[in-house]
Nanobody, 123 residues
């Protein structure tokens, strides 16, 4: 059974920062890419960032490049999303995802998902 628990969401003013964390309980953690997605009300879930199995390769949506940073700690079985210079359009529920060995921005290719954490950015 794979369990994933996100934390770190909250309310922040535009221009501020937040750091999301996701802890995963899975023996095969190091076999998989880790990713963050987000979903705003009335919108489809969208890719935010992904990190390869050894943490050396990272991938970002154009909308967050230069502002967000993804990292993983395989010893702690965790993935992080540092979000800087937040904008109101970043408001969404953020989900961590895993379960694929290949980096992808396609949500349906990830087998396991966390419950989500709310990020709200006020203007």
């Amino acid at each position: 059974q794979v369990q994933m628990v996100e934390s770190g969401g909250g309310l922040v003013q535009a221009g501020g920062s937040l750091r999301l964390s996701c802890a995963i309980s899975a023996r095969t953690f190091t076999h998989w890419v880790m990713a963050w997605f987000r979903q705003a009300p009335g919108k489809e879930r969208e890719f935010v960032a992904a990190v390869g199995r050894n943490g050396n390769n990272t991938y970002y949506a154009d909308s967050v490049k230069g502002r967000f940073s993804i990292a993983r700690d395989n010893t702690k079985k965790s993935v992080y999303l540092q979000m800087n210079n937040l904008k109101p359009e970043d408001t969404a529920v953020y989900y961590c995802a895993t379960g694929t060995p290949t980096p992808t921005s396609v949500a349906r290719q990830y087998a396991y998902w966390g419950q989500g954490t709310q990020v709200t950015v006020s203007s």
